[in-house]
């Protein structure tokens, strides 16, 4: 069984999994009494770069890098992402680190709160400021989310590296194809059920976008009620959330390598959240949309109140593909086929945040 690592993000620390020949080994917390909202698993390096986001009450947000697969840790001596002055705000939480495709070594893009996107090109070790993002015109109309005013999505095309997509809490998706120098909201489609106008040009809260494996083009979205798919890069979305027991939730999360395959985790309500008819369920489905099965076996079958956060579903390179997802119970489950069967990895932890896992050697 290929080797996989498993990156854990909680409320207070950092935990990592190793699967070798099958069994999981794990050790933490890093970073411990500090919250983890954003882990990146570089993988374009001989050996993979750990990249977390952890947020400490007292000294604040940082950025930490490991080249040793998380035995040690380092932290610029200057913070790695800085808003200038003129921007008259300072960085809160970092929500998202992505590392950019074969098509850019080296960039890795950050998305902040407050609704900054930052790009890197020394691997995340140094960040700037996307300044045409932050300049868009529609910013001063962007209204915070519940969970604040951030990018908490990037989406890059292995195609293309000028080619970024972006989801805002809650302002909606907007899309570069020049490199960043110009943005364009990018929700036809896409509703917005909570303001007197459902279908704005932006302002959706979208929650969490995912990239089919094998059509570039096409992008599966989990929005604040709703779940669509867009078949042109995000052009025009169109509403796949029939035969799911819920259409609000927050994570979503693409096959690895095979297309038409997408995994969500239905929440019962923006008012109520908490998985839907109280059962832990995965569904996924196999042909884009058009329909969706729920994943249970090995999964808790009492009544179940863990909800999954929009980066705590993921899936690893693997084929079958494994997936994975933990909640704010504290626990994490797995699934070594595709999601068909599910064992618990851990319980008890703080609450999960965020979730990444990688093919290593």
Known sequence: MTDVLLAVGTRKGLFIGRRRNGAWGWDGPHFPAQAVYAIGIDTRRPTPRLLAGADSAHWGPSVFRSDDLGQTWLEPRQPAIKYPPDTGT???????????????????????????????????????????????PSRERWVPGGGGLAVHTVITDPRDADAVTVAV?????????????????????????????????????VHKIAQDPADRDRLYLQNHWGVYRSDD????????????????????AAHPSRGNVAYVFPITADIDRVPAGHRCRVYRTSDAGGSWEALADGLPQEDHYGTVLRDALCVD???????????RNGEVFASADDGDTWRQLLAHLPDVLCVRAAVVA
């Open 317 to 327: 390179g693997c084929d079958p593909a494994g997936v994975y997802f933990g909640n």
């Open 90 to 136: 300072s960085l809160e939480r970092v929500w998202q680190l992505h590392p950019a495709g074969p098509a850019a070594p080296g960039v890795v893009y950050a998305g902040t709160e407050p609704g900054g996107l930052f790009r890197s090109e020394d691997g995340g070790e140094s960040f700037t400021l996307v300044r045409p993002l932050w300049d868009h």
């Open 233 to 252: 890069a995000g052009a025009r979305w169109t509403d796949i959330g029939g035969g799911l027991p819920s259409d609000f939730g927050f994570a979503t």
């Open 169 to 205: 809490s809650t302002a909606g998706v907007f899309r570069t194809r020049d490199g960043g120098k110009s943005w364009a909201p990018s929700n036809s489609g896409v509703k917005a059920v909570f303001l007197p106008d459902p279908d704005p040009e932006f302002g959706q809260c």
